[in-house]
């Protein structure tokens, strides 16, 4: 059974950066792309970036363009994403998850992820 853990996470002030990384345990990451998520309590998780392999393709929720970058080196990792100029507003907890369809918005589509990592900015 393919696992996913997240870290990278933590407590910054607005404007700093912080890079999470999602690392695979267990069975080789076999799916077509992968995806960060991220949610909020009482909140459904929302797409935040998504990265395909096979063509490069990425994908970035209207609000992170230009600040937040997601990334592999398709070995160990599946997953990067550099997040910069962090905003208040992206405080959540931060899910990396895989699927074989790219840029899927549904949980549903994605059959593997990780426990989260929480990213705390203070304003």
């Known amino acids: 059974q393919v696992q996913l853990v997240e870290s990278g996470g933590g407590l910054v002030q607005a404007g700093a950066s912080l890079r999470l990384s999602c690392e695979v345990s267990?069975?080789?990451?076999?799916?077509?792309?992968m995806a960060w998520f991220r949610r909020a309590p009482g909140y459904e998780r929302e797409l935040v970036a998504a990265?395909?392999?096979?063509?490069?393709?990425?994908w970035y929720r209207g609000s992170v363009k230009g600040r937040f970058t997601i990334s592999t080196d398709n070995a160990k990792n599946p997953g990067f994403l550099q997040m910069d100029s962090l905003k208040p507003d992206d405080t959540d907890v931060y899910y990396c998850?895989?699927?074989?369809?790219?840029?899927?918005?549904?949980?549903?589509?994605?059959?593997?992820w990780g426990q989260g990592t929480q990213v705390t900015v203070s304003s």
């Open positions: 998850a895989g699927s074989n369809v790219f840029g899927a918005t549904v949980e549903t589509a994605y059959p593997v």
């Open positions: 267990g069975r080789p990451f076999n799916f077509d792309a």
């Open positions: 990265i395909e392999w096979s063509g490069w393709r990425t």
